[in-house]
Structures are given as C-alpha cells and as structure tokens.
C-alpha cells in the first residue's frame, strides 16, 4: 500500500515550517523560564542531603533511570523486529545502551547516526534508517498514552491518544514519511537521498500492531517517572502528593523535552514545562532541587552505561 501525500494541502504547509527555528526559541524560551525560577528560588535552595536517611531513595532513583535506559533499548530492539529484521542475540540492545550518551551531544541525531550505522552493516539501510527514525514516535505515543490515563475525562485525551492511530502497518508510512522530511539534518549527515519512493522497498512489517514494542516503551517512561518519583521523596515527604497528576506532568514534560531536540536530552525543557505544569501544587524551591538531582541521576546513568563506548571513541582519537 502505498500513500501519496504530495499533493495535500496539510502536508504542503507542514513541509515549509521551519521547525528547526521554532525548536530553538521554545528551547531558549524554556531555559530562560526555568533560570529565572531558579534565581527567584536560590536563597532557599540547599543540595545538601542526608544520605543515611535518603540513600535508599537515591539509590532506587539512579536504578530505575538505569532500567528505563534496557527498556528503551529493548523496546528498540522489537521495533527493529517489527521491520522484518530479527536479532537473537542482544547485541542491538548493547548498542543502543552504549550510545545512548550521544543525545546530550549539540545537534541531537549522533545516536541516531551510529545506530543506522550499525544496524546498516547486518541488514538494508531502509530499515536500519526507518527503525532509527521511528523510535522517538514510539517514546512520544508511550508518553502521551501515560498522560491519558489522568485525563480520560478531558478534551486533551483523544490528543493524546491520537499518534498511537498511526501505530499499525497500514498507516505507519505516513509517519515514515513525515519523519523523513523533518529530520532533513539526518538524511545530510548520513548522505543519504530524501527519497519519497522507497519507503516500503525492503521493508515487511510482520504484524498489524507492534504491541511488545510499544509496551516496553511506556515501560521505558514510567521507570523514568519512578525514578523521578523516588527523588521528589528525598526532598518532600508530605503524604499530599497525587502520583496521577505528578504522573500526567512528567509524561507531557517529558514528551515536550523529546520533541525539542535542540536541547541535549531535553535539557532545560522537560524542567521548565515541568515546573510551568505543577504551578503552586509543590513549593517551588522543593521541585527544582528534585528536578536539578534527577537530571544528574538520569545523565550519570546514562554516562555510566555509555562509558566504554566513549573510552572506545576516545581511544581510536588519541
């Protein structure tokens, strides 16, 4: 099945949006948001914690940003599969762990350029490029379909629900397709044509759905969210938080973050809409300490697992 989508309107207008400046402004806009709240707070900021009282929750914190990390790598790993490419051994999924410290690189595509790249020399480069393209849609349909479950009774839920219509074998090339011409930056880096016409050659999507993938990928968020909620226990201790709430605002948060990819791993974005979407309902100067030690966990994690591959780098410079 094939869609052509050259000649609609819709696709016509979004092709001549510059996302690339819209991304740096919301990006700049949010780092100033998040600087000023920081300031405004900084009297009443202390990073001093006790760790015989809140080592357990610090440590609970750093492992479930470690678990999120396989999670996503295994969510990749059946995204690959769902393509018409089996691995059986974990060799995929080792790779993207290693890698994963290349999205806090300025540019934000050097994971996806070594992930092609690795996939490229043990099947065809259409769904070593297409499976590397489409993992960030998984992340966000995982995301928003989270934040869904606090706002089944709002306007904002079918929103949220929407992208996972696109989720199936019919209609993914849509998204294929869509990707293809946003994510330009890729295709010039990789030397590669942006070409319309190849999208369904050499690629056989075994199922309808990719459940298992998907799965993995709301895994992958929720782990990121136990971990930013062990943290926030470190820091307020009052029984009054709602984990739905907190649940709905670290999902979008999230999600706003991976969408910008002018900030290295969402930085300064997912705190800032993080704090803009909490509002008053935690004391300000609580939940930026939360947000500024949790972005240290989740880097350290990432850091930590990615270390031999950047040894590896390093040493073929030296």
């Not at 300064?268 to 966990?297: D, H, K, M, T, W």
Request: include cysteine.
């Amino acid at each position: 099945m094939r869609f052509n989508t050259n000649n609609q309107p819709y696709f016509k207008f979004l092709t001549k949006i510059n996302f690339g400046g819209l991304k740096s402004i919301f990006f700049i806009s949010s780092l100033s948001y998040f600087c000023i709240y920081f300031f405004d707070n900084i009297d009443q900021i202390s990073f001093n914690i006790d760790l015989e009282r809140n080592g357990i929750n610090l440590s609970l914190s750093f492992l479930f940003c470690v678990l999120s990390i396989y999670l996503n790598a295994y969510a990749w790993k059946y995204i690959v599969k769902w393509f018409g490419k089996e691995f059986k051994s974990n060799n995929l999924v080792s790779f993207y762990v290693l890698t994963n410290i290349l999205k806090y690189v300025p540019g934000g595509i050097w994971h996806f350029v070594e992930r092609f790249n690795f996939i490229k020399k043990i099947c065809n480069p259409q769904i070593a490029l297409f499976s590397t393209l489409i993992e960030p849609y998984f992340m966000l349909s995982g995301s928003f379909l989270l934040a869904s479950l606090g706002l089944i009774f709002s306007p904002i839920y079918f929103f949220l629900i929407f992208p996972l219509v696109f989720l199936n074998r019919k209609l993914i090339y849509l998204v294929l397709k869509r990707i293809g011409s946003i994510k330009g930056k890729v295709f010039e880096v990789l030397r590669l044509p942006s070409s319309q016409d190849q999208f369904e050659e050499r690629i056989n999507i075994i199922s309808f759905f990719p459940t298992r993938a998907l799965i993995l990928e709301i895994g992958f968020v929720l782990s990121k969210f136990i971990g930013f909620y062990f943290c926030l226990n470190i820091f307020y201790t009052s029984n009054t938080l709602d984990s739905i709430f907190l649940l709905v605002i670290f999902s979008l948060s999230w999600s706003l973050g991976l969408i910008v990819p002018s900030a290295p791993g969402g930085l300064g974005v997912f705190e800032a809409c993080f704090l803009f979407f909490v509002g008053n309902s935690i004391p300000q100067n609580i939940i930026l300490i939360c947000l500024i030690y949790f972005r240290v966990l989740s880097t350290s994690a990432d850091l930590l697992l990615s270390l031999p591959f950047l040894i590896r780098k390093l040493s073929k410079r030296i």
